[in-house]
């Protein structure tokens, strides 16, 4: 079965001159279709920036990302950022939503800059799946920061990508509200087939996916098998 996510001996380096620090050490990583990988490790490990790469919001100096059977970086800016409006959805730990568009506004976007004719109808659909009905025409400033993750989660979604990147998704939130947006993530998951690929500190979410990938010092920790 081909693989969803597909990284040969990736290097990535960020800043320039003499601020450049190489964060990403030969990474090599197969994920399947369906699986749930989470992306464990200390603050500075490289989590976030693999999450990135994988995104196609860095580019790597060396190595090769596929994605979905497409080598990311034979593509140029605008072909990438179609590519990845329409095969990877992301959440981040900051909610990222737009303060002077609406929850259904919110969602709508992405479907409509995929010319989708029904992308108001399908953002209601989104909002009403991540039990957002009854918020749509609610702005940011108006919904509690698990509604707002909600909203992000629900236009991740949205175009129903086969991937689905999320970094730190409950950083931001409670204990109790985190956990109510984990099993949401879960929950649609299951029911779409999709790729997650989840990055966290707690250890207990990271044995709820399928693989866990320890990172140390930009590397795979080749002591986590």
Do not use: W
Request: contains cysteine; charged residues 20%; proline residues 4%.
């Amino acid at each position: 079965m081909e693989a969803a996510i597909l990284l040969e001996n990736v290097d990535l380096s960020l800043g320039r001159g003499a601020g450049r620090v190489h964060i990403l050490k030969q990474i090599s990583l197969t994920i399947k279709r369906g699986a749930a990988i989470s992306l464990t490790g200390p603050s500075g490990s490289g989590k976030s920036t693999l999450l990135m790469a994988m995104a196609g919001l860095e580019r790597p100096d060396f190595g090769r990302i596929e994605i979905d059977g497409t080598d990311i970086g034979a593509l140029n800016e605008d072909r990438l950022a179609r590519f990845r409006g329409a095969k990877i959805g992301i959440v981040f730990q900051s909610f990222h939503l737009i303060s002077t568009m609406t929850a259904l506004e919110n969602v709508a976007i992405p479907l409509e800059l995929a010319g989708v004719e029904t992308a108001f109808a399908r953002a209601g659909t989104e909002l009403a799946a991540v039990g957002l009905k009854d918020r749509l025409d609610h702005y940011p400033a108006e919904l509690s920061g698990g509604e707002q993750q909600r909203v992000a989660l629900a236009r991740a979604l949205a175009p129903n990508p086969p991937i689905l990147l999320a970094d730190e998704p409950t950083g931001n939130l409670d204990a109790e509200t985190g956990a109510g947006i984990i099993e949401l993530i879960f929950a649609l998951k299951a029911a779409r087939g999709t790729t997650l690929v989840l990055v966290t500190h707690d250890g207990a979410l990271a044995e709820r996916c399928d693989t866990i990938v320890r990172l140390k010092s930009g590397r795979i920790d080749p002591a986590q098998a």
